[in-house]
């Protein structure tokens, strides 16, 4: 099993910036990929940004340029840097990891609102 916890979502003007953390716990050893997605109300989860196998990274093209993922892998801490924010990034913000197996893990979410 994995445990995710999410930390650092809140309210940011846009233009602003947010650094989202992730704490993954457990077998971490049965990771494939993992990173972030979002959903807003109404509307799909979609991708943010992922690192995936051999430490390649995707993102998400409404996103590109502006987010960036980096993984702390001796405290096992997945992180998001947001800047430049814009208010269509509202959303819920999940960690998720896929192990080898296909079996997907989610986090709780942070909420993280940007005002215009």
């Known amino acids: 099993q994995v445990q995710l916890v999410e930390s650092g979502g809140g309210l940011v003007q846009a233009g602003g910036s947010l650094r989202l953390s992730c704490a993954v716990s457990?077998?971490?050893?049965?990771?494939?990929?993992i990173g972030w997605y979002r959903q807003a109300p109404g509307t799909q989860r979609e991708l943010v940004a992922i690192f995936v196998s051999g430490g390649r990274t995707t993102y998400g093209d409404s996103v590109k340029g502006r987010f960036s993922i980096s993984r702390d892998n001796v405290n096992h801490i997945v992180s998001l840097q947001m800047n430049n924010v814009k208010p269509e990034d509202t959303a819920v913000y999940y960690c998720s990891a896929r192990s080898f197996w296909d079996t997907r893990y989610w986090g709780q979410g942070t909420q993280v609102t940007v005002s215009a």
């Open positions: 457990g077998k971490c050893g049965i990771i494939a990929d």
